[in-house]
């Protein structure tokens, strides 16, 4: 596996990392505890040493999880998780919270369940409009000082959030979603961080599953998959978006690879401190996920997907509406 370093930061971490919080909410029911330690390990052994969760992940479930399985491999992973929120116990339904009293106390939370002396990149989940960036950053900034935080992250953060952010703690990465699913950090957020010298770290790099090709209109979801409530996944969006899947096959084909490896290949080749998360519950998946880093997309490969795609409207809100109204514009 090779190896990216996140921004100028010099944080060094597999170019393909691990998104673990399916395993334990959102996509379905958790899947069986040894199983899953099982394809956590499995992805240490595959080269693949950065690993995402969060306090809030399955009420400290997920926090758990990554700490059993990870805990024989200290010094070769980077471990990142995140605060933000109320009660871990209730999700992100409960609300936001960044006051520097709560960031202590899920800092604490979280040594404990991930068995580390120190959080190797801690995101700020959720902007907290409630509390001044500036305020949240020297909280961090002191948790740096004190040697419980290595880095600080921020997730879903606007533009000018992350300049307020870095002036006062350097900004190792930033966390949000992009995939040919969702391009909008193309717009503002992929330039400042280019400028700032901060890396980017998607999520849902497979679009929540729907670029891997295996979901259509017919497609049901269990009834615990947050996917029940998205707009982009009804059927009739499912339908109208399978259109930019088309494209990722034809390209795939002639890769002899499969579409979620185009798609995490092409987002590999947007910037070299780009470094996205799939995520997977299967060991085959995740060597699938891996293999994408061995794709090579050529400058003719990257310039088809691009007028192919450029004409498609993707259709359908990304969240439903209680969750687009957290995050930062």
Not at 20 to 45: D, F, H, K, N
Not at 105 to 118: F, H, M, N, P, W
Not at 190 to 204: D, H, N, Q, R, Y
Not at 231 to 256: G, M, Y
């Amino acid at each position: 596996m090779q190896k990216r370093k996140l921004g100028t930061s010099g944080l060094e971490v597999s170019a393909i990392g691990f998104g673990a919080m399916g395993m334990s909410q959102s996509y379905g029911p958790p899947g069986p505890r040894e199983e899953m330690i099982a394809v956590l390990r499995g992805a240490v052994e595959r080269g693949v040493t950065f690993f995402d969760t969060a306090e809030v992940y399955g009420g400290g479930h997920n926090e758990e999880l990554v700490g059993e399985a990870l805990a024989t491999y200290k010094g070769r992973v980077v471990i990142a998780t995140k605060f933000g929120f109320k009660d871990p116990a209730a999700g992100p339904g409960a609300g936001l919270d960044s006051s520097p009293k709560r960031i202590r106390q899920v800092v604490e939370t979280s040594l404990r369940r991930l068995r580390v002396d120190a959080i190797d990149l801690l995101y700020q989940h959720r902007v907290d409009p409630a509390v001044p960036i500036e305020e949240v950053a020297g909280t961090v900034k002191d948790l740096i000082n004190e040697g419980k935080v290595k880095n600080f992250g921020l997730s879903e953060a606007s533009a000018k959030t992350i300049r307020r952010a870095n002036a006062v703690q350097p900004v190792t990465a930033l966390q949000s979603e992009y995939s040919l699913f969702w391009r909008e950090p193309e717009n503002e957020i992929l330039p400042t961080c280019e400028e700032l010298g901060i890396g980017f770290v998607p999520f849902s790099p497979l679009g929540k599953g729907f670029l891997t090709g295996k979901i259509d209109e017919k497609t049901t979801f269990d009834s615990s998959d947050f996917r029940n409530t998205v707009p982009r996944f009804t059927p009739e969006n499912r339908k109208a978006n399978q259109a930019i899947v088309d494209v990722l096959t034809r390209v795939a084909e002639r890769k002899k690879a499969t579409p979620a490896q185009i798609a995490l290949a092409w987002l590999l080749a947007q910037k070299l401190w780009i470094v996205p998360i799939p995520g997977t519950k299967k060991l085959e998946r995740l060597e699938e996920n891996i293999g994408a880093a061995s794709v090579e997309l050529t400058s003719g490969d990257l310039r088809d997907i691009e007028n192919a795609t450029s004409t498609i409207a993707i259709k359908g809100a990304r969240y439903a509406e209680a969750q687009e109204r957290m995050i930062d514009r």
